[in-house]
Each structure stands twice: as C-alpha cells, then as structure tokens.
C-alpha cells in the first residue's frame, strides 16, 4: 500500500510537470497567449547596438530582453537601420524599437516612450590635435553627424540648418570614418558612443571633449507606435529592473562601473 502511494505520488507529480512546460511556452501571467515581439534598431552604435558575427549584440539587446522576460515576452531584435526603424514603429510592422532613442518633444507627437532608462549628452570627437575646444568653435568647421539623431539637430542649431559644413550620415560608423579620413574635423554624437569609441581605438589619436552650456542632458526610451499596450507592461517591467539589481547587473556588464539611478527614477 504504502510503495503504491509513492509510485502515484511521482506519476501524478510527472504528470504536472510536463503540463506546466507546456503551458510555459505558449502562455504566461493570466494565461492569454503572448505573441514573439519584433523588435527593431540601428546596430552601429556600439556599445549600445552592435553586430558581432552578425548577431545583433550591446547594452540596448541585454537590457530589452531583460525586460520582455520579466514582462513575459520573448523577443527577436533585428538590425534595420535609423530612418527605417521610425518608418517601421509608425506603420505598426515592429512592436517596439531600442536603439538609444532620446526621448523629446518633436517624436512624442508620432510615438510613445517608455520611462527613461539611460542618461546621455552629446560630446565632440575631434582629432588630439584639433584647435576645437568648445561648441563655439565648431562654427566654421565640418562636422560630421548621423542623419536624423539629436546631435545632427544640435550641431544645425549652432551652425544653421541648411549649412553645408554639416555632412550628414546614414549611420554613426559612417560619419566617424568621414573624420578619420579627414573629410570633417568633428564629429557630434552622444557621449558614449564616441567615448566608447576612442577607448578602443587609441592609436587613431582621438579625443572627446564635453560642452554642458551648448548640449543638453538627454535620456533613452524605448519606442512605441502610439497607444501601444505594451508601454504600460514594459515601464513597469523597466521600474522593476532598477529596484531588484536586474538592470545594475546588466549596466556594470557593459560598462565596468554602477549606475547612478538616482536622476533616472527623478525622470520616471
Ligand atoms: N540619441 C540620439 C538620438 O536619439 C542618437 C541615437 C542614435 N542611435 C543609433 N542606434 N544610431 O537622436
């Protein structure tokens, strides 16, 4: 009788096992079924977005699945580019794009932002032996920017809009290969990106240098078509994040230090 029990007992609880691996793949929370999410971005901004042996990779990949997961999602993010990520969100193909997306007026209009998750300012990338030592002094130079970011927009408003000293770019790479091969004597991009970049790239002689009166504190958001559901479900996953040591975890992963919290949740 009593051997009996014990067989039922593991029958029964084997049973459950496997019913509940099944469930776990298709459904999660209430139990509704939770579609794949696609998601888009720029890989060619690194350390944010990148593509190593063509797999999409950067803080942005880490901290995004992070946060489906404790959403309950699964994901599949995909390199489309910069203008073609916007072209996407507004149109409904992708669910949601990161891709160091800063947070402003002008694209609240056409999509929602999650809460920020990232703090970050436009700085100059300029040759070690430039005479560039602030905003100010980039007036009369080539400055070479990604088309359509916030630092293209910065640099227009110190040199004027349709100033053709200001060389424009489909993606980040491009416009600091225009500087490496002496086509622009500057390039504005946010912080740290370039500063990223000269850290792993010291034998091209490069600095960064910072100008607080001339280039706002900015902040990342995901990015959402508008009205989209998932904004409510992802902010609460990201505020989860930053209080359980989650998103410490994956921030001292790729940049050796922990973050400073205490602006982004003001923000919130
Ligand atoms: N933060 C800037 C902006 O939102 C630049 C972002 C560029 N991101 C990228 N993956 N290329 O305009």
Redesign the pocket.
Same mark, same amino acid.
């Not at 891709?99 to 800063?102: L, V």
């Given at each position: 009788m009593k051997k009996f029990k014990w067989w039922a007992t593991l029958i029964v609880s084997a049973f459950l096992l496997v019913l509940s691996a099944c469930g776990a793949s298709e459904t999660s929370g209430g139990g509704e079924k939770k579609k794949k999410l696609r998601v888009v971005? &720029?890989a !060619? =901004?690194a350390p944010? $977005?990148y593509q190593d042996k063509g797999e999409v990779v950067g803080f942005d990949v880490d901290f995004i699945k992070a946060v489906a997961k404790q959403a309950g999602y699964e994901l599949k993010v995909e390199h489309v580019g910069?203008d073609p990520l916007f072209v996407e969100i507004k149109g409904k193909t992708a669910d949601l794009a990161v891709? !160091?997306? @800063?947070i402003n007026d002008d694209r609240k209009q056409t999509y929602d932002f999650s809460v920020p998750y990232f703090l970050?300012t436009n700085k100059i990338l300029i040759p070690k032996d430039s005479d560039i030592k602030s905003a100010a002094d980039l007036k009369d130079k080539v400055v070479a920017v990604?088309n359509? @970011? @916030?630092?293209q927009e910065a640099v227009e408003t110190l040199l004027g809009k349709e100033n053709k000293n200001v060389k424009k770019f489909k &993606?980040?790479n491009l416009a600091i290969m225009e500087l490496k091969n002496g086509g622009a004597d500057a390039v504005v !991009?946010?912080n740290t990106v370039i500063e990223e970049y000269v850290k792993n790239n010291p034998n091209e002689n490069f600095i960064v240098i910072e100008d607080d009166g001339a280039f706002e504190k $900015?902040f =990342?958001g995901v990015l959402f078509p508008k009205e989209s559901k998932l904004k409510v479900e992802f902010d609460k996953a990201i505020k989860e994040m930053m209080e359980n040591g989650e998103y410490a975890k994956i921030y001292k992963k790729w940049f050796k230090v922990d973050p400073d919290l205490t602006e982004l949740k003001t923000q919130q």
């Open positions: 971005t &720029d !060619a =901004y944010f $977005e910069w891709s !160091a997306i @800063t970050s990604q359509g @970011t @916030t630092g &993606d980040n !991009a946010d $900015e =990342y």
